[in-house]
């Protein structure tokens, strides 16, 4: 098992330039999960989702998009990649079992930059 | 909006010493997960605590859960440089009309041991 992979590791964009960013499973989650991560914040919810077909806002979702059309894949869409966007990238997925909170399996994280 | 404040941000000791990391909110979690973090790499979790007062060990790290479910704590026993790392406290959010699993992060702590 590969467990969750992230697609691309690094990547340079000029301010305005679109990018997609590829996240997969392979561990039959129903939960994906979309990270950004700051120096001295943390880690930051940017999208969800609870199963394929459905996506949700999490905390910081502006300028973002995401998408679950495959159960083992959630992509991460910046339509207009500013400066602030400067991050590290986590994708993660989770079972979910009713009442409590399970695991969360990241994966290894996209460096972007964004001049 | 639930927040969790983590405290030291920075520690940097010898080995051999002890250490206590602080996570602490002035909201209610239903449970709390703590997670390290090495360079390069996503979180991986250590554990979960539930229960209030519940006190967890993992070899010589000892997590424990606040009786009000606000605050937790991390004790190293005996540091080694091994222990050297990101440590994050992740709280899951009060279930409303259903689990969606989402994690509220700490700030993290960056732990550096010295040989």
């Known amino acids: 098992n590969a467990g969750v992979t992230q697609t691309p590791k690094f990547r340079v964009l000029k301010t305005g330039q679109s990018m997609t960013l590829l996240c997969a499973q392979d561990?039959?989650?129903?939960?994906m999960y979309w990270y950004r991560q700051d120096p001295g914040m943390g880690l930051r919810l940017i999208h969800y989702?609870?199963?394929?077909?459905?996506?949700a806002k999490g905390e910081v979702p502006d300028g973002y998009n995401v998408s679950r059309l495959k159960k083992q894949n959630f992509l991460l869409g910046l339509e207009s990649a500013a400066p602030s966007q400067t991050s590290v990238y986590f994708c993660?997925?989770?079972?979910?079992?009713?009442?409590?909170?399970?695991?969360?399996?990241f994966g290894p994280g996209t460096r972007l930059t964004v001049l | 909006t639930q927040l969790l404040e983590q405290s030291p941000q920075f520690l940097s000791i010898q080995e051999g010493e002890n250490l206590t990391v602080y996570c602490n909110s002035s909201?209610?979690?239903?449970?709390l997960q703590w997670y390290r973090q090495e360079p390069g790499e996503g979180p991986v979790l250590l554990v979960t605590?539930?229960?209030?007062?519940e006190v967890k060990k993992l070899k010589r790290l000892t997590f424990q859960f606040g009786d009000a479910r606000k605050d937790s704590s991390l004790h190293i026993t005996a540091a080694q440089p091994g222990d050297t790392g990101l440590y994050l406290c992740?709280?899951?959010?009060?279930?409303?009309?259903?689990?969606?699993?989402?994690?509220?992060f700490g700030q993290g702590t960056t732990l550096q041991v010295k040989p």
């Open positions: 993660a997925s989770s079972y979910i079992t009713a009442g409590r909170a399970d695991t969360q399996y």
């Open positions: 909201s209610v979690f239903s449970s």
């Open positions: 561990m039959n989650h129903e939960y």
């Open positions: 992740a709280g899951v959010q009060s279930h409303g009309s259903g689990n969606t699993g989402k994690l509220i």
């Open positions: 605590v539930v229960t209030g007062g």
């Open positions: 989702s609870v199963g394929e077909g459905t996506t």
